[in-house]
């Protein structure tokens, strides 16, 4: 199982804090998500790996921990 960690309006939206999904890459991890968070929104964060930027071809294992980061403005 792999633990994602949702941050920022996604979480406010969602009110979701946490979700455990098994996916073997983030592309399985992504299509996995649309069930709890719309595609959109999905494709508009960042998702992290252990702390890395990742992309749809990163492998992950059971324990990984991904962090969900939505992109940020201020001024």
């Known amino acids: 199982m792999i633990t994602v960690k949702l941050f920022g309006l996604v979480r406010l939206e ?23 968070i719309p595609e959109e929104k999905i494709n508009g964060c960042v998702l992290l790996v252990g702390g890395k930027q990742a992309n749809r071809f990163t492998k992950l294992k059971d324990g ?3 962090m969900m980061m ?5 001024g």
């Open 64 to 66: 990984d921990q991904v």
């Open 70 to 74: 939505p992109p940020v403005a201020g």
């Open 14 to 36: 969602t009110g979701i804090k946490e979700l455990q999904i098994d996916a073997a890459n983030v592309r399985e991890l992504k299509k996995a998500l649309t069930q709890y």
